[in-house]
């Protein structure tokens, strides 16, 4: 089954809406352990610039799964705030 990648997929970035200050997507920590990925060394990797290849090699996944990681992270950084009533 293909991945499919957000950036293609998020009508959110679209629309010219005023939207509430949260959401309940799932924090960066929880996305790279959901991946099997540890959370600490994918933002060390980060900070060392690797690539999304030589990511994808030392945490043993795919490419695609770095990339869309990678792009939570720059647009929506470490944190989700998951919103109550």
């Known amino acids: 089954m293909a991945e499919l990648d957000p950036r293609e997929h998020n009508d959110f970035n679209k629309s010219n809406t005023t939207h509430a200050?949260?959401?309940?997507?799932?924090?960066?920590?929880?996305?790279?352990f959901e991946a099997g990925v540890d959370y600490n060394e994918?933002?060390?990797k980060l900070r060392e610039q690797a690539s999304d290849s030589d990511m994808?090699?030392?945490f043993d996944v795919k490419e695609a799964t770095i990339s869309n990681l990678r792009w939570q992270f720059e647009e929506f950084g470490v944190n989700s705030i998951q919103g109550r009533d």
């Open 21 to 32: 200050p949260w959401s309940m997507d799932a924090s960066l920590k929880d996305k790279t």
């Open 56 to 58: 994808a090699k030392y």
């Open 42 to 44: 994918f933002v060390n």
